[in-house]
């Protein structure tokens, strides 16, 4: 029984994904609400200046993770579209940590787009969303690193390069131990519908058929 080649393996596969995606959704996406809030404050209380405005970036990115949160949680969103929330959000948060950086460049605020860039990928679960994504992502960062550094920009854009490629790596680490779990499903399922010798379906396979 070779499940490798079963016209159903990719749909098994997929399937597994979008409801691992669905299930981790509503957490990862409260815990950025909470990361994006604290790092808020944490900046609020320890600034020198009374800037309102990235405090004002910051408080609508985390209100933008949480109401996805909630969308995911609470409502019968298509399972296709929650890797896309998670990605979307995760491009909003960058795109305006990149702004503040324009306005007010410092290491540590490179440092915090280094780190989202390198974390939301693996929560995504979808290698179409974080390409997509990753696009506008790095290309905002390379404007960025020209503007803050200069002629040492070469080394931040390739920190943003590295950061993503990282990113890559883990989700597609995740997404193999995921399809791992999805042929396993797979080849338990068919273990116990069909005859192990001729393939043949047997009653419980005839039952769930009728």
Known sequence: MRIAQDSTITEERRSVRLVQAKREAPVSLGWMAFAVTVLSLASLLTSQDHDWVPHALHGGIALLFAVGALVVWRTAVPDALVPWIVAVSSLAAVLSFELEI????????????????????????????????????????????????????????????????????????????????????LLNRLQATRDPLTGVLNRRGIEERM
């Open 102 to 185: 324009a306005r007010h460049p410092t290491a540590l605020g490179m440092a915090y787009v280094l780190v989202a860039m390198t974390a939301f990928a693996p929560f995504a679960l979808s290698m179409t969303a974080v390409l997509t994504v990753a696009v506008p992502m790095f290309l905002g960062w390379v404007v960025v690193s020209n503007d803050v550094s200069g002629e040492n920009a070469t080394g931040w854009v390739l920190a943003g390069a590295a950061a993503l490629i990282v990113g890559f790596v883990s989700l597609r680490v995740r997404l193999k131990g995921i399809d791992e779990t999805a042929d396993a499903l």
